[in-house]
């Protein structure tokens, strides 16, 4: 079930001539980078609560200290239409805590193509096996019309910024690829017509850990914004998502009757179908102050019926202030309403608060959003119940030398998030219905509150020295899931253009 389409397309685009009659440039890039990476993570819930809740943790099992080793080749084609970028990067690395070494891989490819004046085609591929959460999101990248100089509103119904890999389970070595297809029409001044296809895989490759789940994830996706007059422009867009997990036998030898019936009993199947829809407008009559209305729908459908489907509707009603070139301010409030089955309907509000501020060296980015989703492509098995959360986050970024820059970052996540406790001894259940008024609903609290900063300093023209350090709280009703991290990295870095024709 190993299908990886970056190679493939490697081989297609590096023979790609070129089509649009202009002279191609080829630039091959080539660097390294060494340095240390330090992870800890303290488990804070009480031995006595761990017992109680029947769980274990080991305070060690995910904590490692590496050395890294990391070489990069890039190449990069352009022509006046079009551009063409390759990349590989294998991490080597030493683990002085379990005593172990191996190697992880990053790939990318993007390609875009000016067909017209109008009409530009992108593709984007990215490669990864990774034994670390933080360096992957599954994000959802659809087709989505480009507002020219807007701040982003917000999002449609259910949707979250991405459906991050989880390692609540504990560290494991994972493959993902992520391919997607992308094509615009701009037919008029901030009119775009937008297609688009994702093509994303997971694969878990220490198979032994049953609480992780590989799957395949397709979405196909269409937008549309349209400017109507002066101080009118309106958008519509949907997604349709398809998601194909591996079947997993429910670990009970099959008989040689069973065998030869076909009776073998099987898990219930973990597959779903995800609709999502969203409609816009946006007032533009009262100078720097735009006001829009923004509807969206998500619908969440699996194929095992005792899982409980859901429908998510979101109003936002939303308000951007243009205070200056460089202040811009954006607030959006409204009802959202969900259904579960075999839950009762939930009734809550979704919302997003937004400060951006840019200086001549820096830059300060400051955003809260409130909403309802559900997460199903997390990797882990069984979570994605109903997740009521907040989150928020601030950024900033300055220069301080032409060669030296500092970051500082925090932010803090409050989700309630709906778990089954199944009410039948028996799985699957005769009768989903049955079955679904039978389970009991708990909610799970957690919180998370991150900070970190780094500081780059570049020097000798091809050189870069970078340090950053990284901590979280996270508290949670599941003992298991409560801890402290912090992590802190230093790498010393050298890219340089190799060659050029």
Known sequence: MKRYSLPVLLALFTLYPSTDGDAAVV????????GVDIYDRQYTASPEELEAAGVTVDDDEDDYQRILIRPLIAIDRSTERSSLGLSYQPGFYYDYDNEEDGVNHAASLSYRNQMSKA???????????????????????????????????PAAA?????????????????????????????????????????????RNDNGANDDYQDFDRHQASIALAHRLDREWKASLGGRY?????????????????????????????????????????????????????????????????????????????????????HVTYNLGAGPSYATTDGQDDTWGYNGEIGADYTIERG?????????????????EVDENGLIDYWDGRADFSYQLLQSTTVALFAGYRDE??????????????PDAAQQLENDLIETVTTQRFYTGCS??????????LDLSYRYADQTSDDPSDEYDEHQIMLTLSYAKELFRW
């Open 416 to 429: 309630d998030q709906d778990e089954v406790v199944r009410g039948g001894a028996t799985l699957p259940p």
């Open 241 to 325: 998502v398809r998601g194909l997990y591996d079947e997993s036998d429910n670990g009970t030898p099959a008989t040689a009757t069973e065998s030869q019936t076909g009776d073998v009993a099987k898990e219930p199947s973990d597959d779903l179908k995800e609709y999502y829809a969203d409609a816009g407008v946006e007032y533009d009559g009262i100078a720097r102050h735009p006001l829009s209305l923004e509807y969206g729908l998500a619908v969440y459908d699996y194929d095992d019926a005792a899982r409980g489907d859901s429908e998510i509707h979101d109003l936002t009603f939303g308000w951007r202030w243009n205070r200056s070139p």
């Open 158 to 202: 259910g949707q979250s910024e991405g459906d991050r890999i989880t390692d609540k389970e504990g560290r494991r070595k994972y493959t993902t690829n992520t391919l997607q297809f992308l094509s615009d029409y701009a037919y008029g001044q901030d009119s775009v017509f937008s297609l688009g296809y994702d093509y994303g895989i997971l």
């Open 119 to 153: 009409w530009t085609l992108s593709v984007i591929d990215n490669l990864l096996q990774s034994d670390i959460a933080e360096d992957t999101a599954v994000t959802e990248t659809s087709a989505a019309p480009q507002d020219s100089g807007a701040t982003a509103t």
């Open 27 to 34: 630039a091959v890039r080539g660097g390294l980078s060494t």
């Open 363 to 379: 830059r300060f980015h400051l955003g809260v959003q409130k909403g309802l989703e559900r997460r199903n492509f997390t990797g």
């Open 455 to 464: 500081l780059r300093y570049e020097f000798w023209q091809w050189y870069a």
